[in-house]
T-cell receptor, first 120, second 113 residues
């Protein structure tokens, strides 16, 4: 079946410009995570959506970052006034978290290929 | 979440079984063992998880010791495409809060032709 998709795969932008990154999760997955990963580094959690609950934004590094998830499916991560330190691979993951036969699956996260953001 | 310890790197010949160990001596009763891998320039990939019984799926097998203090991920017939960093994590299953993943340093598995 279709996995998590992200677009664009690569984005080069100039410092100060806004960018939007898109994530299409696996159909039926109620949870959606955004992470970013700098070169050679681990995952940095950004934001978490679960169903209709208020998102957990505790990982967003500044108020220039925001995300929304429309209709419980597609999500968009927006970075305003991009800075060079925003350059990273932005990864989206979805998880069934209870949608898989009633057994909670909170830690089975399925990742997209990522968007490589380069801020010049 | 319990801490895990993995070797920094391992090599395996193509077509042979790759056995990746993980120590988690402080694991508690409600924590599962999860394995992920990350191939270079790709997003992490979920492999398998288990609580106390051995598990097998189309990708791998997971062997958990009886005392649950260690486990081994087995790739039965490693291919060059299995070259990746393999992460063992120990997590409980909760509801209602974000369960963002945190990876340690993992094991760099290199499958040699």
């Amino acid at each position: 079946g279709a996995g998590v998709s992200q677009s664009p795969s690569n984005k080069v932008t100039e410092k100060g410009k806004d960018v939007e990154l898109r994530c299409d999760p696996i159909s039926g997955h109620t949870a959606l995570y955004w992470y970013r990963q700098s070169l050679g580094q681990g995952l940095e959690f950004l934001i978490y959506f679960q169903g209709n609950s208020a998102p957990d934004k505790s990982g967003l590094p500044s108020d220039r970052f925001s995300a929304e998830r429309t209709g419980g499916s597609v999500s968009t991560l927006t970075i305003q006034r991009t800075q060079q330190e925003d350059s990273a691979v932005y990864l989206c993951a979805s998880s069934p978290e209870g949608a898989s036969g009633g057994r909670p699956s909170y830690n089975e996260q399925f990742f997209g290929p990522g968007t490589r953001l380069t801020v010049l | 979440d319990a801490k895990t310890t993995q070797p920094t790197s391992m090599d395996c010949a193509e077509g042979r079984a790759a056995n990746l160990p993980c120590n988690h001596s402080t694991i508690s009763g409600n924590e599962y063992v999860y394995w992920y891998r990350q191939i270079h320039s790709q997003g992490p990939q979920y492999i398998i998880h288990g609580l106390k019984n051995n598990e097998t799926n189309e990708m791998a097998s997971l062997i958990i010791t009886e005392d649950r203090k260690s486990s081994t991920l087995i790739l039965p017939h490693a291919t060059l495409r299995d070259t990746a960093v393999y992460y063992c994590i120990v997590r409980a299953t909760f509801s209602g809060s974000a369960r963002q993943l945190t990876f340690g340093s993992g094991t760099q598995l290199t499958v040699l032709p």
